[in-house]
C-alpha cells in the first residue's frame, strides 16, 4: 500500500510501499508484497497513502530519454571504458536504442543498462555489432 501521497506520472521506490494485509477484491491483480518491484516504474494513476496498489498502477519508466546525454560503458575482460553520448532512441532497462557519439558523430547500438546508462554491444570478436 502506499505511504504517502503519489502523483500521476511520478517515479516509484520501495520507499512509497508498505506492505500490510488489506482485503482483497476479486478481478484485481495486485502487486507481489515486496516494495522492490516498483523500484524505477512510473505510477499511471494518483495514489492516497493506504491504498492499495495494483499491477496496472505502475509502469516500467523510462531509463533514457530521447535527445538526453547517456554514459555509454563499453567492458571486457579485466576492463572498462566509459564516455558520453547522446540518445537518438528512448526505453526502458534491456531495450536497445541507437546513440551518436558527441565527438564524431559515429551511431551505434547499445543496451539500456540503467536510468542514463547504457552499454555498447560487442559480437565474440569484440567489435561493434552491425545493424
Known amino acids: 500500500m502506499a505511504v504517502r501521497n503519489i502523483s500521476r506520472g511520478e517515479s516509484l521506490s520501495a520507499r512509497d510501499f508498505g506492505v500490510t494485509r488489506v482485503k482483497m477484491e476479486s478481478g484485481k491483480a495486485y502487486m507481489p508484497p515486496t516494495p522492490g518491484v516498483v523500484e524505477g516504474r512510473e505510477a499511471t494513476r494518483t495514489m492516497r497513502p493506504g491504498e492499495p496498489l495494483l499491477a496496472q498502477d505502475a509502469q516500467p519508466g523510462e531509463a533514457v530519454k ?3 546525454m547517456v554514459i555509454v560503458k563499453a567492458v571486457g575482460k579485466g576492463w572498462e571504458i566509459q ?3 547522446k540518445a537518438l532512441g528512448a526505453g526502458t532497462v534491456g531495450d536497445i ?5 558527441s565527438n564524431n558523430r559515429n551511431k551505434f547500438p547499445a543496451r539500456i543498462i540503467g536510468r542514463g546508462m547504457v552499454e555498447v554491444i560487442v559480437n565474440r570478436d569484440h567489435t561493434t555489432v552491425d545493424k
Not at 536504442?97 to 557519439?101: G, P, Q, R
Open 66 to 68: 530521447r535527445g538526453t
Open 83 to 85: 564516455s558520453k553520448a
Open 97 to 101: 536504442i541507437t546513440v551518436e557519439d
